[in-house]
């Protein structure tokens, strides 16, 4: 086991992996920036070293800072949370030729599953179900009108190396097809300094799926089943569930089964999320994430099993601390992402916390890393916590949620609580019944 994991991120998910290694027995260091000089991670680390100004190329991104403040402190292992260096291939081979762990998988498979292309034709290899559309790069117009004439309008342009919603456009005829391809080049060259793209078939009412897998290093892999993701705002998930409301045992058994057999027969080793589109019973592969996902507390929540703690163990060679047969699914699960924004323009609103009380009772976990007094800068990612509720059941979820909510005080700056409070009165939303874009058609109806 690792004496000493730096902990190279910020906010919630550094204390997060903090918390786990001080139950682990495991000594700290965290990162930071000037501007998180004060930050709740940074007051109860063992250990802090300031390795920049504020913006993120500087500090948060700046790898030899980190590689360096490993050194100094002796720091044996990096723990990079999400965001920032968490799926950075070159962080991880850099790391690796230091003799310093990277609590995550290798670079090699950051590398496969970060290219949008690549991991298609590796999932394709692998057994996972995928969207029909192109094997590679689309080059030009012509290529992409024959290959949308296969598949069927209508078809949606993709950044290659792109995430977030940029250099994705969606073309619904032939006549949409050349100006939506030249924009999602333009914007992906932009974006991400690739201007590649593909082509996939459109699905027009989906729910958004992920299937969270552990590799545990000697080419075995279990999964710990499933998340609805599908309440989004452009591309960023807003609230997810575990389980999904939209799935049956069997499927959730089919689904799970074949991304375990997929992550064993890939070598994987440690944390992986494969995400799912999901329509009129089928699953197609859109991504697969190399890293711990914001969302893991509802799968922990159902599971009872810490992921962090896993991970820890995965990379220090000790494997799974359990088998397949070993995963039980106990009740229901929602988490809340808590935005410092306003919740109808979803502006940021960086201040001064001025009041922060956190709900409690049976089921209720607050992940975060502010307090009453806190200033939050205007620097960063606008997630200021994460409400997770858990129930023996969806019902009781949902009534302990809005329980929650009504709890929950943030004073001095806008939050999307108020947007919580009101989906959870909702009754689509109670009845489970809502798919990816139900969301920003609801906000364009309360404009």
Known sequence: ???????????????????????????????????????????????????????????????????????????????????????NAKFADILAAHNITFIGPSGDHIRIMGDKIEAKRTAKRLG?????????????????????????????IKASAGGGGRGMKVALTEADLEIALQTARSEAGAAFGDDAVYIEKYLQKPRHIEVQVFGDGFGGGVHFGERDCSLQRRHQKVWEEANSPALNAEERSRIGGICAKAIADLGYSGAGTIEFLYENGEFYFIEMNTRLQVEHPVTEAITGIDLVHEQ????????????????????????????????????????????????????????????????????????????????????????????????????????????????????????????????????????
């Open 312 to 447: 820890i163990r995965v990379a220090s060679g000790g494997g799974l601390s359990v088998k397949q047969e070993d995963i039980k699914f106990n009740g229901h699960a929602i988490e809340c992402r808590i935005n410092a924004e306003d919740p109808r323009t979803f502006t940021p609103s960086p201040g001064t916390i001025t009041h922060f009380h956190t709900p409690g009772g049976l089921g209720i976990r607050v992940d975060s890393g502010v307090y009453s007094g806190y200033k939050i800068p205007p620097y960063y990612d606008s997630l200021i916590g994460k409400l997770i509720v858990h129930g023996r059941n969806r019902v009781e979820c949902m009534m302990r949620l809005r329980r929650a909510l009504d709890e929950f005080v943030v004073d001095g700056i806008k939050t999307t609580l108020p947007l919580f409070r009101d989906l959870v009165g909702n009754a689509d939303i109670a009845n489970g019944d809502y798919d990816i874009h139900w969301l920003e058609k609801y906000l364009a109806k309360e404009e």
């Open 128 to 156: 996972i179900p995928v969207v029909p559309g192109s094997d590679g790069a689309v080059t030009d117009e012509k290529e992409a009108k024959r290959i949308a004439a296969e598949i069927g309008y209508p078809v949606i």
């Open 1 to 87: 086991m690792f004496q000493k994991i730096l902990i190279a991120n910020r906010g919630e998910i550094a204390l997060r992996v903090l918390r786990a290694c001080k139950e682990l027995g495991i000594q700290t260091v965290v990162v930071h920036s000037t501007a998180d000089a004060d930050a709740m991670h940074v007051r109860l680390a063992d250990e802090s070293v300031c390795i920049g100004p504020p913006p993120s190329r500087d500090s948060y991104l700046n790898i030899h800072q980190i590689v360096a403040a490993c050194e100094i402190t002796g720091a044996d292992a990096v723990h990079p949370g999400y965001g920032f260096l968490s799926e």
